[in-house]
Structure formats: structure tokens, C-alpha cells
């Protein structure tokens, strides 16, 4: 994420899938595209296929190897600058890929009173059943999830060759949760400065 001013908002898009031929870049990036066009907001790719992290955790109070802390350090400080979030997610199972709650998992403060938004993408249900575990796994963090999401069902039918959707209801639905991702993350930022969150 390039240097930004004080009055813009940071926000972190996370890829959640790392699936050989996954969808999700082409969705992270049409949002990312919506956050970019956007004077209020500053947009930071997190892709956990170029960022992996690792998957066996140390013992209850144990520091981490330097191995881990060095992979880590590819990922946590970025969610640590940011001010908000977007996870794009497909839905596996009736929930959300492993590899995001693995990097959900190795990081707790990161996420302290912070807004997310979601951008879901499956068949007949849009990925929305992953959206609804995200929130509850996400309040157990502090974060605040936003209430409107984008999800595009049966996706590989609503994406042109261009990488962007056929329908424009969706390019309104981008703007109505982005609205509501700002105003949370411009209010919780305010309030993190004037009273640091403590748990």
C-alpha cells in the first residue's frame, strides 16, 4: 500500500481462496478496481497464495520460530496499517476456505475494532453461508463486519472476459457496502485514536 494522506482510509483486500485455478483474483480485483476509483480510500492486495503462512502454531506461550515470524512478516504488518478490511471468500462446504481462517487465526489485535466488509462468490448461494461463519469467527476478534455484502452466485456465469460483471446491480452493491466500510472505518479510527481499544 503506497504512502496515503491522514483522511484516507486504508483497506486491506484478502483473497481468501488458494485453490489451483480459483476465481477470487478476478473478484478481489474488480473490488480492489472500486476502492482505487474511490478519493476516500487507499487499497492494499493481500493474496495468501503470494504470502503463505504457516500452518502448525507453537505451544500455548511460546514465541514462534524465526522461520514464522519471517513469513508472517509478510502479512501481519499489512494487516496491522490497515484501517479496514475486505475478505473475498468462496464458500467450501458450507464455510470458508482453510487457508483463510489459518490467517485469521495467526492474528488477534490486528483485527481490534476494525471494520470488515465481504465479497462472496459460489453457486446458488453466493458464498453467504461463508460470510455468515466469518462473522461470528470475526466478533470473536473485535473487528465490527459490515451488514451489506456483495456475493455473486453461480459466479462463472455473471463474470465477463473483461473481469467485470454482466449485471451493474453489482457495481451498486460494491458502493453501498464500500459507503458502509468508510463510514465504520473512518468512526473506529477516530475512537482507536482518541481511546486505544483494549480487550
Known amino acids: 500500500m503506497a504512502d496515503v494522506t491522514e483522511d484516507v482510509l486504508r483497506a486491506a483486500v484478502i483473497i481468501g481462496s488458494t485453490r489451483d485455478g480459483r476465481f477470487g483474483p478476478v473478484v478481489a480485483d474488480w473490488i480492489a478496481g472500486h476502492i482505487t476509483r474511490r478519493e476516500d480510500m487507499a487499497v492494499d492486495l493481500v493474496d495468501l497464495v503470494e504470502t503463505p503462512l504457516p500452518t502448525v502454531f507453537p505451544a500455548f506461550g511460546q514465541a514462534p520460530s524465526d522461520e514464522v515470524v519471517a513469513q508472517l512478516g509478510a502479512v ?10 475486505v475478505i473475498v471468500t468462496p464458500e467450501y462446504n458450507h464455510s470458508f476456505p482453510a487457508p483463510l481462517k489459518n490467517a485469521v487465526d495467526w492474528h488477534n489485535e490486528q483485527w481490534h475494532a476494525k471494520p470488515v466488509g465481504f465479497v462472496s462468490y459460489g453457486g446458488l448461494a453466493g458464498g453467504l453461508r461463508a460470510v455468515e461463519q466469518l462473522r461470528v469467527v470475526l466478533a470473536e476478534l473485535h473487528a465490527v463486519t459490515i451488514r451489506n455484502t456483495v456475493s455473486f452466485h453461480n459466479y462463472g456465469e455473471a463474470f465477463g472476459a473483461d473481469g467485470k460483471p454482466y449485471d451493474s446491480a453489482c457495481d451498486v452493491a460494491a458502493k453501498a457496502m464500500l459507503d458502509q466500510l468508510t463510514w465504520w472505518g473512518q468512526a473506529l479510527r477516530e475512537a482507536r485514536r482518541v481511546r486505544p481499544y483494549g480487550v
Open 76 to 85: 501481519s504488518p499489512r494487516l496491522a496499517r490497515a484501517d479496514a478490511f
